[in-house]
């Protein structure tokens, strides 16, 4: 079955503890993204990756941090959290080409205290 | 810059027609997304629209203007589980999607 997957899917943590939310799919998309997801302000985006070791920022990539290093996996980090990361996060994956649509992971809600 | 705008919430009776708008102002253009997002859930694919028209697909329908820079959602026979937010997207280039902040519709009987 083609999916992204993510975990974890709940995580309540503290100001300031690395956290690491992982997220792959097994459609060998070349195209990753993280997304968070705001009442009122919608999806936005913090990183995306057009293959492996290729990566850029988004709209909103302050005080985060991603790598690609297999074509798969696309990990989202925290180094430092804050309690305004605190929010929905949604990782997504797309062929390569316009029209492919982006699957989504089922989201991890954050809480940061 | 990129900006899209949606209504932020409609109402609807069962049974109805709807129509949802999006206009967009981006820097490129390769497409506009429809997503359907139910509360909680991670948003999934109604449709791509890349020309101007109308692409129908069941009871969902999407247009798309690109000189006027305008789309709109038309859903059909409306029913309760439709209730939902439906998301506009543009896809200003090929590896970025930018996302509206989505409509959320809400179905009565």
């Known amino acids: 079955e083609a999916q992204v997957t993510q975990n974890p899917r709940y995580l309540i943590t503290v100001t300031g503890k690395k956290l690491t939310v992982t997220c792959s799919q097994n459609?060998?998309?070349?195209?990753m993204s993280w997304y968070r997801q705001d009442p009122g302000l919608g999806l936005r985006q913090i990183y995306y990756?057009?293959?492996?070791?290729?990566?850029d920022k988004g709209d909103v990539p302050e005080g985060y941090k991603v790598s690609r290093k297999e074509k798969r996996n696309f990990p989202l980090i925290l180094e430092s959290p804050s309690p305004n990361q605190t929010s929905l996060y949604f990782c997504?994956?797309?062929?390569?080409?316009?029209?492919?649509?982006?699957?989504f992971g089922p989201g991890t809600r954050l809480t940061v205290t | 810059g990129q900006n899209i705008d949606q209504p932020t919430e409609m109402t609807a009776t069962e049974g109805a027609i709807v129509q949802i708008n999006c206009t967009y102002q981006?820097?490129?253009?390769?497409?506009l997304f429809w997503y359907q997002q139910h509360a909680g859930e991670a948003p999934t694919f109604l449709s791509y629209?890349?020309?101007?028209g109308l692409e129908e697909k069941g009871r969902f329908s999407s247009f798309l203007s690109r000189s006027k820079g305008y789309s709109y959602l038309l859903l059909k026979e409306l029913q309760m589980k439709d209730s939902a937010s439906y998301l506009c997207?543009?896809?200003?280039?090929?590896?970025?999607?930018?996302f509206g902040t989505g409509t959320k519709l809400q179905v009565i009987p």
């Open positions: 997504a994956s797309r062929g390569k080409g316009p029209a492919y649509e982006q699957y």
């Open positions: 459609m060998n998309h070349e195209y």
């Open positions: 990756s057009m293959n492996v070791e290729v990566t």
């Open positions: 981006t820097s490129g253009f390769n497409g």
């Open positions: 629209n890349v020309l101007d």
């Open positions: 997207a543009v896809l200003p280039f090929y590896q970025k999607v930018t």
